[in-house]
């Protein structure tokens, strides 16, 4: 979401653009026209505005009618703009319908004459270092001068508010602190990056007024046009939305809580009490800035810099003000929510969406769902907690409700910057790790995970948007140019998003512990993405996923990561449940940068310091396959525990005449009618009684007649089993080699898999054309 104001050019024309589209409006012929005495003007001629714009009037009343610019003009040197001081903070000011009433003014915008802190501008402070009692040198005109080679202009707005030079504006008397902007040599970049101009915000209703541009450089060429400038919302917006995809049922009644009168926001305490509106806590110290000091840099400047992204574009740090937010609340889940998908006990509009393009957005339909937010250059992680309730989608009149589900968006991706909106989407799963039962405990679902995504940036082809997962630890996942709108991660991107098609990378959280970390920073003791976990691989590894009818998720490829019919060490796995997982060598785990973030930047700090290896994977995207799944695993059982295994024993369902595969075991009734001896009262014990010994229960109906059934004592270890069961050695069994053995009656066939209690997170990656 693109938030600028354009200049326009003779037609009096004045832009606010809000999205990305290059449908053509106006006139070009028109905004060319430019003052023919060599005065220089205020405007912008648009070739490719969009229908989303605003204009002329309207977008001059977003700036309050007045602007500052700074303007300078000579030779630019190696690390600074031009420096011959040529507008010094002069006040430009709206009038409608004065365009070619002075020389001066061709776009309804005027400067000659205006007088800061006097009359009809009493309410915008005196910031040229002119001497304000000499109202001869009071904003004169200027002209262009054709012995120079560039003129370099900047401005800022404080909208509808007054521009007062203070430190402590005062909110109610809708005042914004501002200082004079520098220019030239004071914007030097040699070995810091100084700060251009200042903001003094005492909130965010301030902050929502508060406008700024980047540094416009005009060369000779353009000299005699209106000076093209651009302005940008100093403000960050930020919304969330939720979907779910809970295989049978649909979920209802969410509630966000941060655990009142707990020693932290992040700590769970006993307080469930929930929210219906969207809250996202922040757990530092730090918090949600409110009001505060931003300071406007330009970090590259200089033609030595002109090579660079963000080269003549402005910037913002923030000091936050005291007392910051350590929530967000961005209001209820009502009005998105979407009727009942089949026989779901209760109807109406209570679910949340089912999918991603119909995501159940939080707060204000009107506004996009937007809230505006202080851009923040250094962030801490932003948790979400839930609770929810589980309808079965068959009409049976059963509820889950599942209380504690925890997602962690790592810092990485909680950096706002002015001028973009960030979109955060979490998507409830059939892998949780919220609990069921009434303490915090895991009960019959799978861990949930939560996708997180972040979109919509502006001033760049690219849009930044992450996926986290919040299984324990979270996994998020990101891929320049990637929307939530196009549902998953793409081989091509369309028109508008970058060029070349971006790598995915990928971080992990450790969220098992408060506050949460990113692996290989202090205190997380994961180990780190390239370390060499328990089978002998590197923790972080990427799988190609296939199956034969199970569905893909993550609790499935959890399930054939811990029940598995292959080999513990080997590098394919093939599951229980028919999910074969198959190494993809296209992952680095050593990467030093994030090559493509916002803007194209590189991310090359996390939290302050230098990615180091093994803090981020790099996924090759020209490896993987359009329209398939892969599956991102994060095994951190680690390198010093040895896995416990378990052989476990099932039953394979056989027609009488069919093919068995080889590999199986059987046992005919007639061995199994050899073994009288019963159990009494018998306890499992031990893992050796579930590895060396199959049961059965034992009917006679009647003479020597007697019916078999297998009994499964896999999860009973420690119990004590019913009188009567038949205690089998499993040796005793045979393993069919050849491969046309065919089904006989009164057999019972075995397969085996290998059970493992292995730490595994799961991220499944699907991928588009």
């Known amino acids: 979401m693109k938030t600028k104001l354009l200049f326009l050019a003779a037609m009096a024309t004045f832009a606010l653009t809000s999205c990305v589209n290059d449908e053509f409006i106006g006139d070009p012929a028109a905004s060319e026209l430019g003052a023919s005495d060599g005065s220089i003007n205020f405007g912008f001629k648009i070739p490719n505005a969009t229908r989303a714009d605003i204009y002329g009037e309207s977008a001059a009343t977003l700036l309050g009618n007045h602007f500052y610019v700074t303007g300078t003009k000579g030779t630019e040197a190696a690390k600074h703009p031009t420096e011959e001081l040529v507008f010094d903070n002069y006040l430009v000011h709206f009038g409608k319908n004065t365009a070619g009433t002075t020389a001066s003014n061709t776009a309804n915008w005027e400067y000659v004459g205006v007088k800061p802190g006097t009359g009809d501008y009493a309410n915008y402070a ?55 902007m520098k220019y030239g040599t004071g914007l030097d970049v040699t070995s810091t990056v100084p700060t251009a101009y200042t903001f003094y915000l005492p909130s965010e209703t301030a902050l929502q007024n508060a406008y700024i541009s980047d540094i416009v450089e005009v060369p000779q060429a353009n000299y005699g046009k209106e000076v093209q400038l651009q302005f ?42 929930g929210s219906t509106s969207a809250i996202l806590i922040s757990p530092e110290d730090a918090g949600i800035p409110t009001k505060g000091t931003i300071s406007v840099l330009f970090p590259h400047v200089g033609n030595s810099n002109a090579s660079e992204q963000d080269y003549n574009k402005a910037t913002a740090t923030v000091a936050p003000g005291a007392d910051p937010a350590m929530t967000k609340n961005f209001g209820a889940l009502t009005a998105q929510l979407v009727a009942k998908e089949n026989k779901e006990a209760v109807g109406g509009t209570v679910y949340l969406g089912r999918d991603l393009t119909h995501a159940s957005f939080a707060g204000n339909k009107n506004a996009d769902f ?104 979270s996994i998020t996942t990101y891929q320049q140019g990637h929307t939530y709108k196009t549902n998953e991660y793409s081989k091509s991107q369309a028109s508008g998003k970058p060029a070349t098609v971006k790598n995915i990378y990928v971080q992990v959280m450790d969220n098992s512990i408060s506050p949460a970390k990113l692996i290989g920073t202090s205190p997380s003791t994961l180990p780190l993405l390239n370390t060499n976990a328990q089978e002998g691989k590197a923790a972080s590894r990427l799988f190609d996923v296939t199956t034969t009818g199970t569905a893909i998720s993550e609790a499935t490829v959890m399930d054939a990561l811990e029940n598995r019919t292959t080999a513990l060490d080997a590098d394919n796995v093939v599951g229980r449940n028919k999910i074969t997982l198959t190494k993809v060598d296209g992952i680095d785990n050593t990467v030093t940068s994030i090559v493509n973030g916002v803007d194209d930047n590189p991310i090359e700090k996390i939290e302050g310091a230098a990615i180091t290896a093994g803090q981020v994977a790099e996924i090759d995207i020209s490896e993987l396959t359009a329209a398939h799944t892969y599956a991102y695993v ?92 038949l205690k089998l050695p499993k040796n005793q069994l045979t393993e069919i080699t050849i491969a046309d053995t065919k089904a006989a009656d009164d057999t019972f066939y075995f397969t085996t898999y290998v059970r493992n209690d292995g730490k595994y997170a799961v991220k499944v990656i699907k991928i588009v054309a």
């Open 126 to 180: 005196y910031l040229t270092s002119m001497d304000p009692g000499r109202d001869v040198d009071f904003q004169t005109i200027k002209y262009w001068d054709y012995s120079k080679t560039q003129y370099d202009f900047m401005a800022f707005s404080t909208g509808s508010w007054k521009a007062v030079k203070s430190t402590t504006p005062n909110a109610g008397n809708e005042e914004i602190g501002v200082t004079a």
């Open 370 to 473: 937007y809230q505006t937010v202080f851009p923040v250059s250094a962030s801490s992680p932003l948790i979400l907690r839930v609770n929810y309730t589980l309808v079965p989608t068959d009409g049976a009149s059963e509820t889950i409700v599942v209380k504690g589900a925890k997602a962690v968006v790592p810092s990485t991706y909680t950096v706002w910057k002015p001028n973009y909106a960030y979109t955060y989407i979490f998507k409830i799963s059939d892998n949780t790790n919220g609990w069921t039962g009434p303490v915090e405990k895991p009960a019959g679902l799978f861990p949930i995970t939560f996708d997180a995504v972040v979109t919509e940036a502006t001033d760049a082809a690219g849009e930044q948007t992450t996926v986290t997962t919040v299984a324990t630890p």
């Open 232 to 273: 940008k919302s100093l403000g960050s917006k930020v919304r969330v939305a939720f979907y779910e995809t809970v295989p049978g049922y649909s979920v209802k009644d969410v509630q966000f809580y941060t655990v009142e009168g707990a020693a932290s926001p992040t700590d769970l305490g006993t307080d469930l009490a």
């Open 634 to 725: 994060y095994d951190y059982t680690g390198a010093s525990t040895e896995k416990v295994l378990t052989t476990v024993w099932q039953p394979v369902a056989t027609t009488t005449g069919t093919t068995v595969v080889t590999g199986l075991y059987s046992i005919t009734l007639t061995a199994l009618g050899t073994w009288d001896e019963t159990v009494a009262n018998h306890t499992t014990g031990s893992e050796a009684a579930a590895k060396d010994y199959l049961y059965f229960s034992v009917t006679t109906n009647g003479g020597a007649t007697k019916t078999f059934s297998f009994v499964s004592v896999d999860d009973k270890i420690g119990q004590t089993l019913p009188d009567g069961l």
